[in-house]
């Protein structure tokens, strides 16, 4: 409902129920600020929302969404004082405001108008169909924290941990596992329990999430203990080393009645969520092609080159992504057939593994995917979408398009991840795990714990992308076009397939 006209980037005091109210900014905001209007000490707090009286006097008034000009703003009351007020995304796909006093932590809390300190962090309601902003937001609800505890101290544990506390209050870090790195990386992250073993940290009754951030030969054994010990499991790609341990683990899932979560970012990042949203308005058409690339120059952790612990090389390590997005994308068809190019172009005294990959993907419903991935292209990373349709098509860059072109001859501290050096021209990124998607997809699933969402990913996804990977490691063999339905011979790891 428009209850408050349009913000048309007027300036942030605005008027609530007729009144000018007194504005305060709070910190901490994900995005642009939200805007917290209460009225004068003693006034009329009450005022109209929706064509009905509000609130009584001293209790906090609304809270106002930004956006860009010209869009509605909404407006809530948030009910009597001492009640939470509620909690708004900022109009970017997938982001909820965090709201909070300066200084505050990044739960927040705004005070009333008897100056209490009152919570402030509200979710969406079940039932809520998209990653951005929900239709009614009369139905968001109050949540719970979920409790998180990770496995793993590397890249990928630390890009979670960091864009947790920066953008996620529905997840509350309570464990880390790690033989080598546990008790600094809890230290750096405020993590208050460390564990050298992953099982004591699954064992530990205030984790309800476990986190798998680990190479890709420990997913399964970690994921079907830990479904063992009661907990839901995010899991990050590629699922598993081959389709028997995918199903170990799916099954796991389910007869433990828990959630198996395939931890795919690119599902989240705003600026592709924004890219599907436009195809399936039919901006576009009837969409026929998806291509996602995603290539730097080589991976973070010394076993992705080790093909006995990871499974394959670029493929396995990236194609991941691109193959799922494409899927997602174009609303996960029914696969037809499979054909791939690999090569080990740059990396040969590093690995046995493909260091550059093309894979074709056709579906039933006559679309096609191409998911390209590279290991062997220096300069940063580079991760793109385009899609084309009958009537349109859209290209978007994930970091470059939302990066500082700068230009330094004595360099600086970070441009983009694997960016080799920071002299010269450079693309600057900044809130670089937010354009990835990291914390919306970690809140995403913190809210189907909580049942107030449908997971839009899940093992069994996982797994599609993982045959889709086998059948592209047998193509680049074989020379052929890989039909469906698909029934992969005997194989370890998928590489195996490529390699013989």
Aim: proline share 5%; hydrophobic share 40%; net charge negative.
């Amino acid at each position: 409902m428009d209850a408050g006209g349009t913000w048309g980037g007027r300036q942030a005091g605005g008027t609530w129920g007729g009144r000018r109210g007194r504005r305060r900014y709070l910190g901490r905001p994900a995005g642009t600020p939200a805007v917290l209007f209460e009225t004068e000490p003693g006034g009329d707090a009450g005022g109209t929302w929706g064509g009905r009286r509000g609130g009584q006097a001293g209790t906090p008034a609304v809270l106002f969404e930004t956006g860009p000009a010209g869009t509605p703003a909404v407006l809530f009351e948030t009910g009597l004082a001492g009640t939470p007020a509620v909690l708004f995304e900022t109009g970017l796909a997938g982001t909820p405001a965090v709201l909070g006093e300066a200084g505050g932590d990044a739960g927040g809390t705004f005070r009333d108008g008897a100056r209490r300190e009152v919570p402030t962090v509200h979710f969406r309601a079940k039932g809520a169909k998209s990653i951005g902003r929900p239709a009614n937001r009369a139905n968001e609800i109050a949540m719970d924290k979920a409790r998180l505890g990770i496995v793993g101290s590397g890249f990928v544990a630390s890009i979670h941990a960091e864009s947790i506390r920066k953008h996620a209050p529905e997840i509350e870090i309570v464990a880390v596992a790690s033989p080598t790195k546990a008790e600094r990386f809890a230290k750096e992250h405020s993590i208050p329990h460390a564990f050298t073993d992953y099982r004591s940290l699954i064992e530990l009754p205030q984790v309800e999430i476990v986190l798998l951030a680990v190479p890709n030969d420990l997913h399964c054994q970690m994921a079907v203990d830990a479904f063992a010990a009661g907990k839901h499991v995010v899991c990050e790609k590629p699922l598993a080393l081959n389709l028997s341990q995918a199903d170990q683990m799916i099954e796991a899932g389910k007869n433990a009645k828990k959630h198996l979560f395939y931890a795919e970012e690119l599902l989240f990042a705003p600026k592709y969520v924004r890219a599907k949203q436009l195809a399936d308005s039919g901006a576009l058409g009837d969409v026929f092609l998806v291509k996602q690339w995603e290539e730097h120059d080589g991976p973070h952790e010394p076993w992705f080159w080790d093909v006995s612990r990871s499974g394959g090389g670029v493929l396995m390590d990236m194609g991941c992504h691109s193959i799922e997005y494409g899927r997602w994308a174009l609303g996960r068809p029914r696969v037809k057939s499979v054909s791939a190019t690999l090569g080990i172009y740059v990396h040969r005294e590093k690995t046995r593994g493909d260091d550059h990959s093309i894979v074709v993907i056709e579906y039933e419903n006559g679309a096609v995917s191409v998911a390209e991935n590279s290991w062997a292209k220096p300069g940063g990373v580079d991760d793109r979408v385009e899609i084309y349709g009958s009537k349109g098509n859209l290209r978007a860059d994930l970091l470059r398009g939302s990066s500082i072109l700068t230009f330094s001859e004595v360099g600086y501290d970070y441009a983009v991840e694997k960016a080799g050096r920071t002299q010269g021209w450079t693309f600057a990124i900044y809130e670089e795990a937010w354009n990835y998607g990291f914390p919306q997809e970690m809140s995403h699933f913190a809210r189907c714990v909580r049942g107030l969402e449908e997971p839009i990913v899940t093992g069994e996804d996982g797994r599609e992308v993982l045959k889709i990977i086998v059948a592209a490691y047998q193509s680049a063999r074989e020379g052929r076009r890989i039909e469906w339905p698909y029934d992969p011979p005997a194989f370890e790891r998928p590489i195996d397939l490529w390699l013989g």
